[in-house]
């Protein structure tokens, strides 16, 4: 059980376009989703905190206009990268609250991205 | 704020050998601790945790105790496998949100 999925599991796109990546929960319902962004051999930065039917509550410096996020049901979390750059592409990864648990979170398999 | 620190990496043992991969915490409060390992190419999975102090969380033969007065949870496998070479990660929790240490590269060679 606690199964996250993400997709695509991996993107290219070109400079200036736009990515939308999406997070599952599979088997629970998750009221609070987490995105993350992970760089080559280093740890794991928390983006933005995602709560479904509000706003995500975004970590300080991450441009909110950049890294559009939805939370639209219980099951589902999207992350838009906008205006996509080379220095956009990274690995990022989701993760969800199983509802009934009190701390621990569920990671998806993670996105790469890559800007050309 | 919250921190997490673990020992560098990376870190190359041969198959059978003891590890010990050192994790040190500073928070407010009494947070949960976590260990998480990720494969290669895969996502990271939640290998165990501890909510309270002289917890004790285990599995798969790792093992990692809460103490509080030296504020560490450092991970433990008696006898490693090549299958266990991943990346680490010790984090806390705070509030919902978990801060993650900067991860520990362990290769096991047979």
């Known amino acids: 059980g606690a199964v996250v999925s993400q997709h695509p599991s991996w993107v290219i796109c070109k400079s200036g376009t736009s990515v939308k990546i999406e997070c599952r929960s599979l088997?629970?319902?998750?009221?609070?989703m987490f995105w993350y962004r992970q760089f080559p051999k280093q740890s794991l930065m928390l983006m933005a905190t995602s709560n479904e039917g509000s706003k995500a509550t975004y970590e300080q410096g991450v441009e909110k206009d950049k890294f559009l996020i939805n939370h639209a049901s219980l099951t589902l979390s999207t992350l838009t990268v906008t205006s996509a750059h080379p220095e956009d592409s990274s690995f990022y990864i989701c993760s969800a609250y199983l509802r009934t648990s009190t701390d621990t979170q569920y990671f998806g398999p993670g996105t790469r991205l890559t800007v050309l | 704020g919250n921190s997490v620190t673990q020992m560098e990496g990376p870190v190359t043992l041969s198959e059978e050998a003891f590890l010990t991969i050192n994790c040190t915490y500073t928070a407010t409060g009494y947070p949960s601790l976590f260990w998480y390992v990720q494969y290669p190419g895969e996502g990271l999975q939640l290998l165990l945790k501890?909510?309270?102090?002289?917890d004790k969380g285990s599995n798969k033969g790792f093992e990692a105790t809460y103490r509080k007065e030296t504020t560490s949870f450092h991970l433990e496998k008696g006898s490693v496998q090549v299958s266990d070479s991943a990346v680490y990660f010790c984090?806390?929790?705070?509030?919902?949100?978990?801060?993650f240490g900067q991860g520990t590269r362990l290769t096991i060679n047979p």
């Open positions: 501890a909510t309270k102090a002289d």
């Open positions: 088997d629970f319902q998750a009221t609070t």
């Open positions: 984090a806390l929790s705070d509030q919902w949100k978990l801060v």
